[in-house]
């Protein structure tokens, strides 16, 4: 297709480069510097998209964030990427994007019927239509209306793209490179201040690249690369393009995503697609710049119709012509430097301002160009479906309501200018109190409440000679209270042309029998008829009117809508819009990618992975591994074909018979040491601990202050004053937390020390009846007897040349034991084991066995302790003191958790000695009850016992204690089965504990 | 994100820290008789005052001390930051 809207010559795009890219499959050429919008307005394309509720056809309005219409899916790194501006996108070679909300495509889009139905689409429409019946929503409305509505699709796919965070501190954060942000700066980097200066664009300079001014002898694009440059080659000075500033938070931390990669055809291997900065800024300077507001007539969302600052950026930075035939609908001076640009280009404009006069500068050198400039007009309704190619035009009478000499002109642009609206949002969000300012129809900031200054158009200051002037001013103030370094600038002088003061009229009334539709809100549809409705049907609050009719909830959150929708409330009112007051502004300021929020924690990088020493041991001998808290740890050794039942089943087995090892180094382990320690495992714990001998081991109980067991494992008793206590895997860190929290603040009165040994330390248990006889060979010079070594007894011994503790003591149930080396020799101790225990067939098991171990013996873990339970629901009341007051013993005595008909643990035994009982079955007395079947408890864990080649679990129900030899029924639900049971002590093996002793 | 002053450490995010609570909260002495109504009251009932709150943060990620810190609810604005063993 040939290029027919680009200027031979202008803009500021590298016509030595061409770029190909495509556009809903169709191929085309734009320039290097080209967004995917310059590229298509300068190929004629003005059709993009189609509207989200009508499916209306929609083309460009803007030309940076503040687009609401060019709203378009990307294909690129074979990944697809929604909601991308194309305003904002910039070309690179081989773009794919397509339009979104159309179907089957842009041109022919069956969705538009709801265009010629509009009449049953007003404001609450939803609301109204689909209340009933109710069951309806989830089935066939919600689905329907879901395949309807939306713009573009995510992928279903993982990301393969890679999000960066970064944090930052800095003196000053700059957000913008406009004149003031440019400015301030420069200033503020003079005095030495450490400098972030974030340009949400790819080129810096904001308004400077598209206004005629004359900064000291250059011309403002000029000026704004030259300090560009000079920041940039400061070592204090940060500066960021492709960079949006989008959220202000607390304590001045403030949040920006930068487009890394967005303008390049693929992401290279270790370079992010986007990164995300957390700054903490000690001052902000918002530097924000404003948006052009549109004036609101009939149709005025047909292609080719849009903001007369939008159709002058596409002229100066991109030498596109948005039409050939433009008319230029103003009410103050901004529109005239559009047209005299048109003008300077070939292009004879029709200028139609709603001003009865009006005189400046700007407007005598239109006059001077014999532009066409008609006062005290304006455009009734723009004309052309899928483009526009005519206009109503009329002349308005001085007191705005009636409208004469209407006429249709031909045209093929229609560029609109209601003056301009400060970017606010940023200074809003950090909870500045906004005022409304007169002179400009506008809010600007106020009373700041952090460390933040709004400087130039953002703060309501149109003229560049005093928002550079306040800009210099400010950057140097902010930084010298800083830095205590004063280096004055200099503000250079400024050529620019004064403009007149612009007309409050921004909504043009309807021709006598004429109903089109003026719309305020361009991406949502809401139009000027849905805001008169909702306040009709009694809707006052605009944070009420806002969500009624999703007036700027879109989004482009209603950058070019609000304030239109402010002026049309308070119309209809009565008001003044700083009576209505605006809609709360929230982050983001543009939408942010999820990928970007996330950053690098997707899969195994969301939390950390810890490995013992022994991991690669366990790799390399066929180890299966299952998350535990933090930890990797081995479920279960495969052998050959064997799966998970099959291989726990032998590893647990082995234990039973011979003797196996289990990595245990993942179970948390503190160390506590000082005088008092004695003292406070005795507050800490349910049962007793004054008299713990040195070189003894104790299990014990600690409850939370509400009685609820928090933790359990054992303590040993080292030294006089210093003891090692586990803790489970998954709860280590709370309980260190626990203890912290207790002496720092409880009772500082205890001089006692705690810390973290749990990675300092890696373990082993050695388990089984033959285990004795692994120790023995792996200590020859220590008497590990049952008298040299009892249960629950300690001492340190020397493996084969490394240091190594030696506890006896038992999960598993059987004789038993654990030893702890230093984390470096874990892998060494570990090989050793197995060498020594070879002859006497010695397995490593896994979490599957382990579990099962310890099931059958009926021990406690994790799924019994749930956060849930007091110590007798778990048969652990035999360890509750009677004598000393501890952690949360207070709360025993409630009367819940003495009820005689209190929950237990019990065991639990399929009747026909097969069937595997699902975790998380109800334990109920009738399988045929009317729902809902009352339920007496739940089954906690399972296992397949082998010392009785049976299934078994373990249950926590109501009358615990005198269930034992009751028939019931197990109930899955989920797994939708019900077995019957019957109802034994939890001790199912071994139930005197003798083995361990043994 | 809050910027919290470590009164062991200085200025940190908030990221470095777990919240823990009511500061003002007194637990019971040991050994002493106390009623239903008042252990409930220390277990359960806590205020959600709407402006100044004494809380505790612990340092989780840095000096692992328990700290108090004077903060308003409603602004997030922070006044002063005390040590554990500071009485206030």
Not at chain 1, 49 to 77: C, L, T
Not at chain 1, 309 to 317: G, V
Not at chain 1, 433 to 448: C, G, L, M, V
């Amino acid at each position: 297709m040939p290029e027919n809207f680009r200027l031979d010559k202008g803009g500021l795009v590298n016509r030595n480069k061409k770029i190909s890219f495509t556009f809903n499959g169709k191929k085309y050429f734009g320039y290097e510097g080209d967004t995917l919008a310059s590229a298509l307005l300068a190929n004629g394309v003005h059709l993009v998209g189609r509207s989200f509720k009508y499916h209306r056809p929609r083309g460009f309005f803007g030309a940076g964030v503040d687009e609401p219409y060019a709203i378009v899916q990307m294909n690129r790194n074979n990944e697809i990427d929604p909601n991308v501006r194309a305003t904002e996108q910039e070309l690179f070679e081989g773009l794919e994007a397509k339009s979104v909300n159309c179907w089957p495509n842009v041109d022919f889009d069956i969705g538009a019927i709801n265009n010629f139905l509009n009449k049953f689409f007003p404001a609450g429409f939803y609301y109204k239509t689909f209340m009933w019946p109710k069951s309806f929503w989830y089935k066939i409305y919600e689905p329907i209306i879901r395949k309807a509505a939306g713009f573009g699709a995510a992928s279903i796919k993982h990301d393969k793209e890679r999000y960066e965070h970064k944090y930052e501190y800095c003196d000053l954060l700059i957000a913008g490179s406009g004149p003031s942000g440019l400015a301030s700066a420069y200033a503020a980097a003079q005095n030495g201040a450490r400098v972030i200066l974030a340009e949400d664009k790819s080129r810096f300079g904001g308004s400077l690249l598209t206004s005629e001014v004359t900064i000291g002898n250059q011309s403002g694009q000029e000026w704004a690369e030259k300090i560009i440059s000079e920041l940039k080659s400061m070592p204090n000075v940060v500066v960021k393009n492709r960079s949006q500033v989008f959220g202000y938070y607390d304590h001045n931390m403030l949040v920006m995503s930068e487009r890394v990669s967005d303008h390049l055809p693929k992401t290279d291997k270790y370079i992010p697609k986007q990164r995300l900065w957390y700054i903490r800024a000690k001052e902000v300077v918002i530097s924000s710049g404003s948006i052009e507001r549109p004036l609101v007539f009939g149709n005025n969302d047909a292609p080719g119709v849009m903001l007369s600052s939008a159709a002058k950026e596409y002229l100066k930075i991109y030498g596109v012509l948005v039409g050939k035939k433009p008319i230029i609908f103003t009410n103050n001076d901004s529109g005239y430097e559009t047209g005299i640009e048109f003008k300077k280009n070939g292009i004879d404009p029709i200028i139609l301002d709603t001003r009865k006069d009006a005189s400046s500068e700007i407007i005598k050198e239109a006059k001077e160009l014999n532009i066409n400039i008609k006062f005290s007009y304006v455009v009734v309704a723009a004309k052309g479906y899928k483009k526009v190619n005519s206009a109503d035009i009329a002349r308005i009478s001085d007191d705005k309501k009636n409208l004469s000499n209407i006429e249709n002109i031909k045209c093929d642009c229609i560029c609109v200018s209601g003056f301009w609206t400060p970017s606010i949002h940023l200074a809003s969000q950090s909870g500045n109190k906004t005022k409304f300012n007169e002179e400009i129809d506008a809010f600007i900031p106020s009373q700041s409440k952090q460390k933040e200054t709004t400087l130039g158009a953002a703060n309501g200051v149109f003229t560049l000679e005093e928002t550079l002037k306040t800009s210099f001013e400010k950057g140097s103030e902010l930084s010298k209270q800083i830095t205590n370094k004063e280096n004055k600038v200099s503000v250079p002088t400024v050529v620019e042309k004064k403009p007149s003061s612009h007309d409050k009229f921004w909504c043009v009334p309807l021709p006598e029998g004429k109903n089109y539709k003026r719309f305020l809100d361009f991406q949502n549809d809401v139009a000027v008829s849905d805001i008169q409705l909702a306040l009709r049907e009694g809707y006052r609050s605009i944070e009420h009117v806002k969500r009624y009719t999703t007036l700027g909830m879109a989004t482009d959150q209603g950058k070019t809508s609000n304030l239109n929708g402010l002026q049309l409330v308070s119309d209809v009112e009565n008001k003044v819009v700083p009576q209505v007051g605006h809609t709360t502004f929230r982050p983001p300021y543009t939408p942010v990618s999820i990928g970007a929020i996330v950053g690098r924690e997707v899969g195994k990088h969301s939390k950390p992975t810890r490995k013992s020493p022994m991991h690669y041991w366990h790799e390399k001998n066929n180890a299966v591994f299952v998350d535990a808290g933090v930890w990797l740890r081995p479920r279960y050794y495969k052998q050959g074909n064997e799966n998970l039942f099959e291989a726990s089943k032998r590893e647990a087995k082995n234990v039973r018979q011979n003797v196996g090892v289990c990595d245990v180094t993942t179970l948390g382990k503190i160390d506590i040491k000082g005088p008092d320690a004695a003292e406070f495992l005795n507050r800490v714990y349910t049962n007793a601990w004054l008299k713990l001998p040195v070189g003894k081991a104790r299990y014990g109980v600690m409850l939370r202050e509400d009685g609820i067991v928090m933790d359990d494992g054992t303590t040993t008793r080292i030294s006089e004053n210093h003891y090692h206590m586990t803790t489970t895997t998954a709860q280590a860190a709370n309980v260190l937390s626990h203890l912290e929290y207790y002496l720092q603040l409880v009772w500082p009165e205890l001089n006692v020390n705690v810390v973290s040994s749990t990675e300092q330390w890696a373990g082993a248990a050695i388990a089984g009846p033959k285990s004795r006889e692994v120790l023995q060979k792996l200590f020859p010079d220590l008497d590990v007897s049952n008298e040299g070594l009892p249960f629950m007894g300690y001492m340190e011994g020397n493996l084969f040349g490394v240091n190594a503790k030696i506890f006896r003591i038992s999960f598993s149930g059987e004789l038993a034991y654990e030893v702890n080396v230093e984390s470096d020799n874990g892998n060494y101790m570990w090989e050793k084991i197995l060498e020594i225990g070879k002859e006497f067939n010695i397995q490593p098991y896994g979490t599957e066995a382990l579990s099962t171990l310890r099931i059958e013996m009926g021990h406690v873990a994790g799924s019994e302790l749930d956060g849930r339970t007091i110590p007798y629901d778990n048969s652990l009341e035999g360890l509750v003191s009677k004598k000393k007051d501890f952690i949360g013993k207070r709360s025993l005595s409630k009367s819940a958790y003495v009820e005689i008909d209190r929950q237990k643990i019990v065991g639990v035994v399929p009747l026909d000695k097969k069937t595997s009982i699902p975790e998380g079955s109800y334990i109920v007395k009738d399988a045929k009850a009317k729902l809902p079947n009352p339920k007496l408890g739940h089954v906690s864990a399972s296992c397949w016992s082998v010392e009785y080649d049976n299934p078994f679990s373990l249950a926590i129900i109501k009358d615990g204690k005198n269930m034992i030899g009751q028939k019931l029924f197990a109930m899955s639900p989920l797994k939708n089965k019900t077995i019957p049971v019957e109802i034994v002590s939890s001790h199912y093996v071994d139930p005197k504990g003798e083995r361990v002793r043994s | 994100m809050l910027y919290i002053k470590c009164p062991h450490c200085g200025l940190r995010p908030q990221t470095e820290f777990s919240y823990g609570g009511d500061a003002t909260v007194k637990r019971p002495e040991l050994n002493k008789e106390i009623s239903d109504q008042d252990w409930d009251n220390f277990v359960y009932l806590r205020k959600s005052p709407r402006g100044k709150h004494l809380e505790l943060w612990q340092h989780i990620s840095g000096c692992r001390q328990w700290i108090k810190v004077e903060r308003d609810t409603l602004t997030h604005e922070i006044f002063t930051t005390y040590k554990a063993s500071e009485n206030i």
